[in-house]
C-alpha cells in the first residue's frame, strides 16, 4: 500500500516536472522594407528582463520561455519600433520574418539615460540626442569624444567635454559631464577625467547624450549633463566580428612645421566573438592601436579588452557584468614649443612617456519582483595607474568603488516612481595628489506622472554628502522638476528646472606638481560648486521628413571652480568662482529627401557665457557653434559629409602665455572641419563585408583646441569590417 | 534644387576657410639656412656640461683650425639627456649668422668643462653631418635657400673621428 502510494507520488512529480520543463522557442529574422537582413536588431520580450538581438544574417533565437504568451518588441534605431503578440497553443516553437519600416525623423527612439527607465525621446522634458553605432562605425572613430564632437550644443576640447558651455578645459582635472557605459561611472578616482579610450567604439551600441543638469538622477559630475553609452546585447548565435584599419597623416602645410621624412600612420584591429551557450551569454573583445602621431613624440600604443557576460536566471532575473580596460604607452606633448614648431613639444619632452593601466568593471543585477515593480542593483570599481616617465616621475594609482541600487516602481497607469541609493569610496597613492581618500553617498527619488495623455509631469530629488580626505564635508540636495505636453502629434514642448553640484575632485584640491615649467598646488579650502539650469523646447514635425528642434537654456553657476594663477607665486591653483552663468539656444533640425537617401542633419548652438565677478566670458566657450552632416545612401553605396565650425573663443588661460609657459599660447582662430567619407557594404561568399574611406580635416586647416595644441591635420583612412 | 544646396554649402565653407593659422614668419624655405634632427643614440655622460651644433668655414686640419674666425655657426645649447633634437640656423642660434657658400665642418660636441672656451682640448665631436657623395662634415648653403633634413645622428658608443687637437 506504501509502495503504491510512492509509485503516485512519482508520478505526479514527474509530471509536473514535466509540465514545468516544458519550454518553448522563437526564432526569426529581421529585415528592412526590402528584405535586406538588419544586423544587431533589439528583440526584448515585454515585461521581462530576456532579450537578444540579430546576428549577421538579420537571425535570433529566444528559447527556453516558460510562458505560452509574451508580447515582442523589436527595435533599431534608425527603424520604427515594432511589438508582436505571440502565443503558444499547439506548438512550442514558431518562426517569424519581421519587417521594420525606416524612420524619416527619429522622434520616438528610445533611450534610458534621461530617467534611468525607458522612455521615448518625445516623452522627455530635456533635450536628448544620441549617436548610432552605425555612424561610429562608418566614420571609423577610434574614441568615442571623436564621434560627439559633431553633436549641437557638444564642445570637445583637447579631450574634455562640455555641453552646452559646462566646462572649459583643465590639464588633468574633473568633468562636469557625467559619462558612463550602460549606467556605470566611468571618471578616474583620482583627476576625475574621462578616459575615452577605455571604451572600445564598436561594442557600443549607441551613445545617448542628456544635456543639461541631470543631478537630480546622478549626482555630482552630471551637473552639465549625462553621456551614457550603451552596450551592445550580446548574440543568441555565434557571431566574430573583425575590423582592421589604417590611415596616414599628411603633410603639415608649413614646411617649417615639418618634423620627419616619412608620413605618420596610424592603424588598428578588433576581434571580438559573441554568443549565447544555455543561458549564459558573453561577449569578448580584444584590440590593439598604434599610432605614430602627426606630432613629435605623441605616438600612442594601446592594447584593450572588453568583457562582458549575461546569465538569465529566469526570465525576471539577469546578472550582467562589464568589464573593460587597456594597457597604453604614449609620448609626452603638453604644448608646443612655439607656433613657428606647432608640431614639436618643448625640447625636455622629447623621449618622455606616460604609460598608463586602466580597467573598469560592473555588475548589473536585474530583477523584476512584478510587472509593476524592478530593481537594478549596480556595484562597480574603476582602476586607474599612470606614470609620468619624466624628470618629475609623478604617478599616482586610484580605485574607485561604486555601487547602487534603483527600484522602479509602477504606481498606477501613466504613474511611475524610481528611487535608488549610491555609495561610493575612493582610495588614491599618488605622488601629485598625496595618499587620499574620498566617499559619499546619494539618495534620490524621482516620480513621472501623465496628467494626461499628452502632459507628463515630472518631479524629483537627490540628497547627496560628500567627504573628500581633509577637506570639510559638504552635502548637497538637487531638486528637478519638468514638464512635456504635447500639443499637437506635431508639436511637443517641454520645459525642465534644476539644480545640479559637483564636489572637487583630487586632483583640483590637492594636486601640487612641478611639469613643463607649470606648477600647481593644492587648495585646501576648496568647496563644491552648484548650479540652477532653466530650459524650454519645442520640436515640431513639418512633415515625414523634416523637424525641427528648438531649445533655450539658462545656467546660473556658483562656486563655480575654475583654475587660476595665483599672482603672489605665479603658480595655479583652483578656486571658487563666485559666480557664473552661461546662456543660449540651440536649434537643430533633420531632413530628409530623395526618398529617404538623404539625410541632413544640421545644428546651431548659441552660447554667452559670463565670469560674473568679472563680466569676461567663460575660457574656452566658442560664442557660436555649427555642425552639419550629410548622408546618402544608393543601395550597396553610401557617402556622406561632416562640417563643424566654433567661432575663435573669446578667453583663454591668459596666464599660461603672459608668464611664459605657453609660447605663442594666445593664437587661436576659428574652427571650420570638414571631413569626407564613402562606404560600400557587399557579400564575399557568406561574408557581409563592409567598406569605409575617410578624409579627415580634408581642408587641412590649422587650428587649436586647447591653446598650444595644434589639432590633427589632415588624414585618411580605410577601413574594413565583416562578421560571421 | 536639392544637389544646389549642398554645392552652395560647400562653396561656402571652401570660400569662409583661410588655411587657419600659420608660422609667424612663414617662409622659411626662402631663407639662407639650414635645419633638421639631431638624434642621439646611447646613454648621456653625466659629466657632460654642454652639447652644441657648429659649423665651421675652413677644414679643421689642425688644433689652430679650431677658432673663433673659421666658427660661423653655434647653435643653443641643446639640453641634457634629450634623445631627438629638433633646430634650425635661423631660430636655434647663439652665435654666427650662416651666409650662402660651402662649409666644410658640421658637427656636433660636447664639453665637460664648466667654463665654455674655444680650446680645441675642452670639446669633442660626437657626431658629423654626412650628405651623399661629399666629405664628413660637408655642407652647401645657397642663397635665399632653406635646406632641410641636415640631420645627424650621434651615437656615444660609436664615436666620429676626431679632428686633430683633441685629447
Sequence with gaps: MIAKKYYILLFLLFTACSIAAQSFTITGKVTDEKGKPLVGANIFLKGTVIGTATNSKGEFELSKLKNNSYTLIISMIGYEKKEINLSFSDTKSQHLTIKLKKESVRVDQVVVTASKHKNEIKNLPVSVSVITSERINEKNFVTLDQALRYEPGVVITKDQISIRGSSGYTVGAGTRVLTAIDGIPLYTGDSGEIIWQLIPPSEIDRVEVVKGAASSMYGTTAMGGVVNLISKDITSK?????????????????????????????????????????????????????????????????????????????????????????????????????????????????????????????????????????????????????????????SSKSNLYRTEVQVNWKLAEGSLLI?????????????????????????????????????????????????????????????????????????????????????????????????????????????????????????????????????????????????????????????????????????????????????????????????????????????????????????????????????????????????????????????????????????????????????????????????????????????????? | MKFYFIIILAAIILVSCDGGLAPTEPGLENKTGFGGTITFVGNWDPEITQTNIVLFKDPLLSEADFNIQNLRYLSTAIPFGTTEYSYNSIDSILFGNVEAGKYAYLAVVQTKAEQISMDRKDWFVVGVYQSEGAEPGEITIEENKFKFDVNIVCDFNNPPPQPPGGE
Design chain 1, 238 to 394: 555565434p557571431l566574430t566580428y573583425v575590423k582592421m584599419f589604417a590611415g596616414s597623416y599628411t603633410k603639415p602645410s608649413y614646411d617649417e612645421w615639418k618634423w620627419s621624412n616619412s608620413l605618420q600612420s596610424y592603424y588598428g584591429a578588433t576581434v571580438s566573438h559573441s554568443r549565447t551557450i544555455g543561458k549564459l551569454g558573453i561577449t569578448g573583445l580584444f584590440s590593439y592601436f598604434q599610432d605614430d602621431g602627426y606630432r613629435k613624440n605623441d605616438w600612442e600604443k594601446r592594447y584593450s579588452g572588453y568583457l562582458k557576460a549575461a546569465y538569465n536566471f529566469s526570465e525576471s532575473t539577469s546578472l550582467t557584468l562589464i568589464g573593460s580596460g587597456y594597457s597604453r604607452d604614449k609620448g609626452t606633448f603638453t604644448y608646443w614649443k612655439g607656433l613657428n614648431d606647432a608640431l614639436l613639444p618643448p625640447d625636455n619632452e622629447i623621449g618622455q612617456t606616460i604609460p598608463s593601466d586602466r580597467f573598469v568593471i560592473g555588475l548589473l543585477f536585474n530583477h523584476m519582483f512584478s510587472d509593476k515593480v524592478s530593481m537594478l542593483i549596480k556595484p562597480s570599481l574603476y582602476n586607474s595607474y599612470w606614470y609620468d616617465a619624466s624628470e618629475s616621475s609623478n
Design chain 1, 419 to 724: 528611487s535608488g541609493i549610491e555609495g561610493r569610496y575612493n582610495i588614491v597613492t599618488s605622488s601629485i595628489f598625496g595618499d587620499r581618500s574620498s566617499d559619499g553617498f546619494g539618495v534620490y527619488t524621482q516620480w513621472e506622472y501623465h496628467l494626461s495623455k499628452a502632459f507628463l509631469f515630472t518631479l524629483g530629488a537627490r540628497y547627496d554628502y560628500s567627504k573628500l580626505d581633509t577637506l570639510k564635508s559638504s552635502d548637497n540636495v538637487s531638486p528637478k522638476v519638468g514638464l512635456n505636453y504635447k500639443l499637437t502629434k506635431a508639436t511637443i514642448l517641454r520645459a525642465s528646472a534644476g539644480k545640479g553640484f559637483r564636489a572637487p575632485t583630487l586632483a583640483e584640491a590637492f594636486t601640487s606638481t612641478t611639469t613643463s615649467g607649470i606648477t600647481v598646488k593644492p587648495n585646501p579650502n576648496l568647496q563644491s560648486e552648484t548650479s540652477y539650469s532653466f530650459e524650454i523646447g519645442v520640436n515640431q514635425t513639418f512633415s515625414q521628413i523634416f523637424s525641427v528642434d528648438l531649445a533655450l537654456f539658462d545656467n546660473e553657476y556658483h562656486n563655480f571652480i575654475d583654475p587660476i594663477i595665483d599672482p603672489d607665486d605665479s603658480k595655479i591653483v583652483f578656486e571658487n568662482i563666485t559666480r557664473a552663468r552661461v546662456r543660449g539656444l540651440e536649434l537643430s533640425g533633420n531632413l530628409t529627401l530623395l526618398n529617404k537617401k538623404l539625410n541632413l542633419k544640421a545644428g546651431y548652438t548659441l552660447l554667452n557665457s559670463e565670469d560674473l565677478e568679472t563680466g569676461k566670458a567663460l575660457k574656452y566657450r566658442p560664442q557660436h557653434s555649427f555642425v552639419i552632416s550629410g548622408d546618402y545612401q544608393i543601395g550597396y553605396f553610401s557617402c556622406g559629409f561632416d562640417y563643424r565650425y566654433n567661432s575663435r573663443v573669446e578667453e583663454i588661460d591668459d596666464a599660461l602665455v603672459d608668464f611664459g609657459l605657453v609660447p605663442d599660447g594666445d593664437e587661436r582662430v576659428n574652427i571650420n572641419v570638414l571631413d569626407l567619407r564613402a562606404g560600400y557594404r557587399f557579400m564575399f561568399g557568406e561574408l557581409p563585408l563592409q567598406l569605409f574611406l575617410n578624409a579627415n580635416n580634408v581642408l587641412n586647416y590649422n587650428y587649436v583646441e586647447m591653446i598650444g595644441n595644434l589639432a590633427p591635420i589632415a588624414n585618411y583612412s580605410l577601413s574594413l569590417d565583416f562578421m560571421f
